[in-house]
């Protein structure tokens, strides 16, 4: 592992100087999911839910939540982002919905936790919105999947990991 960032050499938190590192596009892709009771899963697919669109209100919250990042996440950079998309999928033999954000700023640090914020909001939202008909909801999985850009270089997670796939 190398040198942690947000440690000074007293163990104290602080913020990286991000100032000498090269301006480049960063791109990251993360997921989570939201697993329900199959009911609960028909109301997303019939958009028949109480609350009314919840896929639509959770994007929204979710890409909220990522321009929001530095404000949620202590010692975060504020951003500007060029493009935040939260997609969803629907894994009905699941019972889960598929949540995937993708933070992209050309800029001087890495857009990864805004991709995480944006799927655990997102993942939130829909347990905010579903929750009078199922309190049982699980939120798991949420992980990276992908970073471009930086000195640290590119990253892309194992596909073996995720829950769609066990």
Not at 28 to 43: D, F, K, N, Q, S
Not at 79 to 91: C, E, I, P, R, T
Not at 115 to 137: E, F, H, I, N, Q
């Amino acid at each position: 592992m190398s040198e942690l960032t947000h440690i000074n050499a007293k163990g104290e938190a602080v913020m990286a100087d991000v100032a000498g590192k090269a301006v480049t596009e960063r791109v990251a892709v993360a997921e989570g999911y939201v697993v329900m009771a199959a009911g609960t899963m028909r109301l997303i697919e019939s958009g028949d839910a109480p609350k009314g669109d919840v896929l639509a209100t959770a994007r929204i919250a979710g890409i909220m939540a990522a321009k929001r990042t530095h404000e949620l996440i202590p010692l975060c950079h504020p951003l500007a982002l060029s493009k935040v998309s939260v997609d969803f999928g629907l894994l009905t033999e699941r019972r889960s919905v598929r949540v995937e954000a993708m933070a992209k700023a050309i800029g001087q640090t890495g857009v990864e936790m805004e991709a995480l914020t944006a799927v655990a909001v997102s993942c939130l939202t829909l347990y905010d919105m579903l929750k009078a008909r199922d309190k049982g909801m699980r939120i798991e999985g949420i992980r990276l999947l992908s970073k471009t850009g930086g000195k640290s270089g590119d990253f892309f997670a194992p596909s073996n990991e995720s829950p769609e796939q066990s």
